[in-house]
């Protein structure tokens, strides 16, 4: 009896710590083709800016590796034949597999201008494209950013704090808006400007321009030409569904997978980024791109896998962020109801985040306080709070928990409410009482 797990991101490793759990006996073997195996990818952006060393990306320890006692084969698999049970590479013998997950995760977007090639045109993605980045980074130098969500923002900061001069470019008329309102996103948008970070609203790319192979500049549609060494873009990700393809696997957007996680055919799962999963919120099966559900999905697919039959049941996404160096926290719907937008909003939590020494529970003295709740009809169903972070945990606790708000509803809703007093009144007699 042989598992394999393809990708060595967390929801891969979280499925071989779930198979151990459970199964001592049998044979497990993790391929990927990352060099670097399995780090923190939201630590990336603090590693980009100079708060995390490259060491402290990597969350496990040769002792982990060695009590969960599984192969590692660092390669690319190329095809996967369901028939046969066996993978596929290039320059290796067939590996064969009883069971299979599929934890490939997703990639960024390529940019697709002409130009877009060439050297110093830059994204986010994994290590090496972090330490890219970092050795083209120069004091003094301007950068293009292009991108709408927070993947663009930590770039802009990651190159600011490399002393480069960041242009932004945003497509619409403010950031992020499908999360944030016009009065949060301009909060953004101020401490970007006080960073001294040029904004340019509604603004594309047309074409990168070079220079001996080199980007020397880009266009942007009103023929404005922008001088820069470096452009960074950042603008969504997709999921990487080239062996689902060609396995035939049920797809959508992602690899379409039942509430055990396990995709049209059953000895093959999927967990992560790559997955589409159903979500008890709303009814639908959603792409859900984020480290704690990625984590969560490979450790009950893991499970599955051993025989412990286990319901994946995705919980309302819960995110600490930081906009600007201002401490987000961003709990449940609070955009303009897409699916996407529920994606979006989500992208910031993770344990390198809160593990930070200036992440949210530790800082104090805020220039900036503003709390935004989503009232339903006798629930909170969202909650973005920027600075003082001391409404987060209760808000985090009424929505996640569907805590009925109809002693307050009608207070929260009147106007000029103090909406942070009301909360915390209502939040601490209730604990009193309980
Ligand atoms: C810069 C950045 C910042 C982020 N910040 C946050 C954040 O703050 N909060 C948050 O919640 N989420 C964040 N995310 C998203 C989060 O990192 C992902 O949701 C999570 O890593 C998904 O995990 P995964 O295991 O599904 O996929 P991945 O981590 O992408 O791992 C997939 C692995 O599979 C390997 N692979 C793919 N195809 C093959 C193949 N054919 N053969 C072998 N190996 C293959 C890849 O090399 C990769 O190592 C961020 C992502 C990035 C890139």
Partial sequence: MRYVVIGTGVAGMSAVEAIRSMDGENEIVMAGDDPH???SRPGLAYYLSGELHDKALYPRTDADYNRLNFHFVKAQVKSIHKESHTLEFDDRNPLSYDRLL?????????????????????????LEDARRILKAAHRGRAAVVIGGGITALELVEGLL??????????????????????????????????????????????EVLGKSGHVHAVRLPDGQIL???????????????????????????????????QTSVDDIYAAGDVAQVYDPMTGRSVMDS?????????????????????????????????LAGLT????????????????????????????????????????????????????????????????SLPLEKMILGK???????????APGSRI??????FWTSRNSKN
């Fill in 102 to 126: 599929l934890a490939v995760g997703a990639q960024a977007m390529p940019l697709k201008v002409p130009g877009a090639t060439l050297d110093g045109v830059l994204k986010l993605d994994h």
């Fill in 328 to 391: 987000t926290t961003i709990i449940g719907t609070v955009g303009g109801g897409r699916d996407d937008d529920l994606v979006g909003i989500a992208r910031g939590d993770s344990e390198t985040w809160r593990e930070l020494p200036d992440a949210a529970i530790a800082q104090s003295g805020f220039e900036v306080n503003r709390v935004r709740v989503m009232v339903g009809e006798n629930t909170l169903t969202g909650a973005v709070i920027m600075g003082d972070q001391k409404l």
């Fill in 403 to 413: 805590v009925d708000i109809s002693p307050i509803r009608e207070r929260l809703l």
């Fill in 37 to 39: 195996g399995y780090y």
């Fill in 420 to 425: 942070g007093d009301v909360i915390t009144e």
């Fill in 290 to 322: 984020l480290w704690h559900p990625a984590r969560q999905q490979g450790y009950v697919a893991g499970l599955n896998m051993a025989g412990k039959r286990t319901v994946y049941s995705k919980a309302a996404p819960l995110n600490v962020t930081r």
């Fill in 161 to 206: 704090a490399h002393g480069m001069k960041v242009r932004y470019l945003l497509r619409g008329d403010r950031y992020w808006s499908n999360v944030l309102d016009t009065q949060e996103s301009r909060i953004v948008e101020a401490r970007l400007q006080e960073e001294s970070v040029t904004l340019h609203h509604h603004a594309e790319i047309t």
């Fill in 227 to 261: 001088k820069c060494d470096l452009l960074a873009y950042a603008i969504g990700i997709q999921p990487r569904l080239e062996l689902a393809k060609g396995a035939g696997l049920a797809l959508d957007r992602g690899i379409l997978v039942n509430e055990y996680l």
